[in-house]
């Protein structure tokens, strides 16, 4: 009770108080917690609400009503200190249907946001479902084997015990998440699986539907949820307690070992115990995380219709809405495509955002650059992406729609999609094929230039004053254009300092604001062809060795060998890097992220051969890779160890990933940038149509993302 006085407004609360003492009547009705449901928590004693909304509905399993079911209404603050609270409870009638009550609390502080989430209970059966926010005009609903795994996958980095809890951002956005996987109304799934570029062009509702039919298996036997809570109890970790909790896990711990030999992977037999929901998987995957597919309606098809053609890397704002660089206009894959001018703002659950996408502010082609600055602006690196057809006279010149592409620029976006920046974008500074892009916490924005081996730093944001910063040994090739050193990726550490991926120099370089440049040292480990570049919380430093990308900047696609990806750990305060080979799924690592729990996430751009191959090459399924970090690793895990099985986490929804990141609800998102036989298009059209989110699998991440990540912790 105290708990809950102290989220009130100071006059109600006193107020409360005195009903408390005095017994004032009100015209609120009191609810009191039925024993059954007070064992989930034992401190939860009376709740007060204003007049408020009925809430009918009906519990199923296997396909059929379940009566004498405990069914509880539970509500919980996002954001809030506490977990969840029963609002009222009952009992499933002979055709599994219930009747509830919701009333708002009196004196409920503004910002705290309750959810609302019916359980079903008996014994150690449990069906849930997020029914979100309140409000007077819902409909029936239906808790069954979808709305729990539904439930239990977008808020699985918030299920403790039995409490969900998290920060605010995270958990309203996890709501809205759980209606792309299933109906809440209905029982069935959502439109987004049902259909493309869901459907029957991915394993995603297949595998959907056996996680459904796990949670059918412990339905309709005990013994089954026995088997469940055993299988995912984490190594070393305690063992769920309740049906909610055990499939959170499978999306914080999803892969078992031993692929692919099905014997070895009890959540796949459990699957066929009550196979009720088809179609179904019918042999075990790598893993068991979703991947959630967007192309930004229900089409997979590519053509000049399509909203996005080759996405290449993303910034999450406050709220962890997504905004999205893209590299081309969109074509068909057999058509030219000139440069993107073009920049896409997402909802935290993957739909286009009303006004989006975003023209104008000197958009060119933009490659890997994108981040928000303290401010709250969004700032783009316009590289120039293009067909070799659109530079070379093939396509007639047309500024207007910059044929041929400018590679000399940044653009400068509000929040609101309203471009800041003037139609040639801001250039000063020397800007040459910018790539990576960011800014530190003072708000000054760094810009790698692959074009002229150097990096422009725009002090607090202020394009009249940008300066261009060279690194050591740049410069060009005998007898060509192309540039030495090919800086590419940016992070920057606690310090405020950048660090930067030297593709082509093979190195790693430090820059601070004062223009100086450091060298770092990587003779302990070898730097082959280097991408991405994240730095955890505590200021240490991931490099993504790709042994096969030499960035086509100014110079043509010319693919190295490859055989060979690794990841870097250069440790802060300057002590010898570890190198990690050949682990947790590794093909050309691009991009990477890392999470709120300090671990790292690969993005890896599928795999070789990236030439000499023909349309009937037969590419492998892409794969996401996990590391264990500098934080808490999973017991028996340290620095480097791959939390990802050999092959990765692979899906059939990924193609070539260069960017992604992790957003306030833990959800993973993947840029489909190229489609996976996109080498063979690379002088028309390589580009692919999409991004994947996976709900659940990361500890969250305070966004924007600038500086090094922040968690909730």
Not at 97 to 113: E, I, M, Q, S, V
Not at 178 to 203: F, K, Q, R, W
Request: hydrophobic content about 35%; glycine content about 12%.
């Amino acid at each position: 009770m105290e708990d809950h006085l102290a989220q009130l407004r100071p006059l109600p609360r006193i107020f409360f108080l005195l009903v408390l003492v005095c017994g004032i009547a009100l015209p609120a009705t009191k609810l009191q917690a039925q024993p059954a449901a007070r064992q989930m928590f034992p401190w939860q004693s009376y709740l007060y609400f204003r007049p408020g909304t009925t809430i009918h509905g009906r519990v199923e399993g296997n396909s059929n009503p379940l009566p004498g079911y405990r069914v509880s209404l539970y509500v919980t603050y996002a954001g809030g200190l506490h977990g969840s609270r029963v609002a009222d409870a009952t009992e499933s009638d002979a055709q599994g249907r219930f009747t509830l009550h919701y009333r708002t609390p009196l004196g409920l502080a503004p910002h705290l946001k309750p959810l609302l989430f019916l359980v079903a209970e008996d014994g150690p059966r449990m069906l849930v479902s997020a029914i979100g926010e309140p409000h007077r005009r819902w409909q029936h609903f239906v808790v069954n084997e979808r709305t729990t795994v539904a439930t239990a996958l977008a808020f699985a980095q918030f299920v403790h015990g039995r409490e969900i809890r998290g920060n605010e951002y995270g958990m309203l956005n996890a709501a809205h998440m759980v209606a792309n996987m299933a109906n809440s109304y209905t029982g069935g799934a959502s439109d987004i699986l049902l259909n493309e570029p869901n459907g029957s062009d991915t394993s995603t509702y297949p595998s959907f539907n056996s996680l459904a039919n796990v949670v059918a298996g412990c339905i309709a036997s005990a013994a089954n949820c026995t088997a469940l809570f055993e299988a995912t109890t984490p190594t070393g970790g305690a063992a769920p307690h309740n049906v909610l909790q055990a499939m959170a896990n499978v999306a914080r711990y999803p892969a078992y070992p031993n692929y692919p030999d099905n014997a070895d992977d009890p959540l796949f037999l459990l699957s066929l115990a009550s196979p009720v929901f088809q179609p179904a998987l019918q042999e075990r995957p790598t893993n068991w995380l979703l991947f959630i597919k967007f192309t930004g309606g229900f089409y997979s098809e590519q053509d000049h219709t399509n909203l996005i053609n080759g996405p290449g890397n993303i910034a999450f704002d406050k709220r962890g809405y997504a905004w999205i660089l893209d590299n081309y206009v969109p074509q068909a894959p057999d058509e030219i495509a000139c440069t993107g001018q073009r920049l896409l703002k997402f909802t935290p659950w993957g739909q286009r955002y009303p006004g989006s996408p975003y023209f104008g502010g000197g958009l060119s082609g933009a490659g890997f650059g994108i981040t928000f600055d303290p401010r709250g602006h969004i700032w783009v690196g316009n590289f120039g992406f293009e067909s070799p057809s659109c530079a070379d006279g093939t396509i007639p010149a047309n500024p207007l729609k910059k044929i041929p592409a400018p590679h000399n620029s940044v653009s400068l976006f509000h929040q609101s999609g309203v471009p800041l920046s003037p139609f040639s974008g801001f250039t000063r500074g020397n800007i040459s094929w910018p790539q990576g892009t960011v800014s530190d916490r003072k708000g000054n924005i760094w810009v790698a230039n692959c074009g002229n081996d150097s990096v422009t730093l725009i002090p607090r944001g202020n394009p009249a004053l940008a300066r261009n910063i060279p690194l050591p040994g740049g410069g060009t090739e005998p007898d060509s254009d192309s540039p030495l050193l090919k800086p590419f990726a940016l992070a920057v550490d606690p310090q405020g300092r950048a660090w930067v991926t030297g593709n082509k120099a093979q190195q790693i370089y430090i820059l601070s604001d004062d223009g100086s440049v450091e060298t770092v040292d990587s003779s302990a480990v070898t730097v082959s062809w280097p991408m991405g570049i994240s730095g955890d919380s505590r200021g240490n430093m991931w490099v993504s060795s790709s042994d096969a990308i030499n960035i086509p900047c100014i110079d043509p696609l010319d693919p190295q060998g490859g055989g060979n990806p690794s990841i870097i750990f250069y440790p802060a305060g300057g002590g010898k890097p570890q190198q990690f080979a050949n682990v947790g799924g590794l093909t050309i690592p691009w991009g990477s992220a890392v999470d709120g729990d300090d671990s790292l996430w690969v993005f890896n751009f599928g795999s070789t051969p990236l030439e000499d191959v023909d349309d009937d090459y037969e590419w492998p399924e892409t794969g996401l890779s996990h590391f264990c970090g500098a934080g808490q690793c999973p017991p028996g895990k340290a620095l480097g160890d791959a939390i990802s099985p050999d092959t990765g986490y692979t899906s059939d929804a990924l193609d070539r990933i260069t960017g992604g990141g992790v957003d306030p609800s833990g959800n993973v998102w993947l840029l489909n940038n190229w489609r996976k036989d996109g080498p063979l298009f690379y002088d028309i059209n390589p580009g692919s149509n999409s991004f994947v989110i996976i709900p659940g699998a990361a500890a969250p991440v305070k966004t924007p993302l600038i500086g090094p990540p922040r968690s909730f912790h």
